[in-house]
């Protein structure tokens, strides 16, 4: 995971607008705020963002 969509996940969580587990949601939101990094990231690495919501970590950490 790049900073820049780690960045676009942080500003997601921080509207308060979705759960971030409901990923149909977040992607709905990232692509209503331009932020199609992260709706590309998350189609290719579900799991890893999973992951990252979960834990706090990502795949490399």
Known sequence: MDEKVREQ???IRD???VN???ILEVQRLAFDSGYY???L???DHR???VH???T???QES
């Open 37 to 39: 990094e992260l709706v």
């Open 15 to 17: 509207t308060g607008k």
């Open 9 to 11: 996940i942080m500003a």
């Open 47 to 49: 799991r890893e963002y």
């Open 20 to 22: 971030m587990l409901s």
């Open 56 to 58: 706090g970590e990502t």
């Open 41 to 43: 990231y998350i189609e």
């Open 52 to 54: 990252f919501i979960m």
